[in-house]
């Protein structure tokens, strides 16, 4: 009597944690209007793979975390062409681009982007999938895999972008997460493992130029059923011939205070940076006075290779000469507050 009672009790305790660590539309999904807070930081060890794992970020620290709202197509500010998507998502990695998403009861599907593209951050051209790119599907728990292909293209001017690659994605993973902030139980890791070409074609000098780049991801993300975005990501992105850019993403944490995020943008469309860079990062602007400010550099595998504290004025510049070509990640920081992050490129 005690065993099969000891038995029932352990299948019902099975149960609820299956269920638990069980992503659906119902407990994943986000909702239009919905308010999420989101901080970038250095890319670190995701752990192992396997069922009970124990993940112990607690030493990681992010910069501080803006506030975002998940947004209808029309807040989005996309065309009627966008048909295959009903929310949009801000970029957290690349200033001014809205992620639009086609969320159902069968999963989360990235449909295309809206606005700026990298070392271009004052165009807002239309990027659409043809072929969308399946982000999550339901239900999705402990050993759900699953390859889905997509394809897509945009013309900005005289250049015209396509890309096209597959994806791998594995629920590889269970267990308790903790963040520097909180403990999640129950918690479903999902690794995705994804490669795409990318073929640029533009005019030039009177003639048609064309530059290929094979690009591959690596992304580790821990959900919590309940919570409508990963509460930690940690990819990193290979670009054939340049460093890799890696990075760790930190969901739902604290915002800064009420008005802090609003001012960092405004402040961020008053700073220039050269972008890509030779010898010097050059850095300008109209309204900041750059005393008491720390500019730091990465390089792609979250090495901190610069930090600068300039004097006092409006610009400033930053001998780079000694790092080596590719793509490396730009903060500035205003009485310890990020007031600029994004990618540059160096280019010697």
Not at 19 to 34: F, R, S, V, W
Request: proline share 5%.
């Amino acid at each position: 009597m005690k065993k099969s009672l000891l038995l029932l009790l352990s299948l019902i305790a099975l149960n609820q944690t299956t269920k638990a660590q069980t992503l659906t539309a119902q407990n994943t999904n986000p909702q239009i209007g919905e308010v999420y807070n989101v901080a970038k930081g250095p890319y670190f060890n995701p752990g192992n793979a396997g069922t009970g794992q124990v993940w112990n970020f607690a030493s990681q620290i992010p910069a501080p975390a803006v506030s975002h709202t998940f947004l209808t197509p029309a807040q989005s500010n996309v065309s009627n062409s966008f048909t295959n998507c009903n929310m949009g998502m801000r970029n957290i990695e690349i200033p001014n681009r809205i992620n639009m998403l086609n969320v159902s009861s069968s999963g989360i599907e990235h449909a295309g982007d809206r606005g700026s593209i990298y070392f271009s951050p004052g165009s807002a051209p239309e990027f659409m999938f043809n072929d969308t790119k399946q982000e999550l599907i339901y239900p999705m728990s402990a050993g759900v895999t699953f390859t889905d292909n997509w394809s897509g293209m945009f013309q900005n001017g005289t250049m015209i972008y396509t890309t096209l690659g597959s994806q791998t994605i594995t629920a590889d993973g269970t267990g308790t997460l903790t963040t520097y902030l909180n403990t999640y139980t129950n918690v479903l890791r999902i690794h995705s493992v994804s490669t795409n070409t990318n073929i640029n074609f533009f005019v030039a000098n009177g003639g048609t130029n064309t530059i290929t780049t094979f690009e591959s991801f690596e992304t580790y993300s821990w959900y919590s059923p309940g919570i409508h975005t990963p509460v930690l990501v940690v990819r990193k992105n290979t670009i054939v011939g340049v460093p890799s850019v890696s990075l760790s993403i930190f969901y739902n944490l604290p915002a800064n205070p009420v008005g802090i995020e609003q001012q960092s943008e405004t402040l961020e469309s008053h700073i220039m940076v050269n972008n890509p860079i030779n010898a010097e990062l050059k850095i300008t602007s109209d309204v900041i006075n750059f005393e008491h400010t720390s500019i730091q550099v990465y390089d792609g595998s979250g090495r901190l290779v610069i930090d600068a504290m300039p004097e006092r004025g409006n610009q400033c510049s930053i001998d780079v000469s000694f790092l080596e070509d590719g793509l490396y990640y730009l903060n500035i920081f205003k009485d310890n507050r990020l007031i600029l992050g994004k990618k540059v490129l160096i280019q010697h």
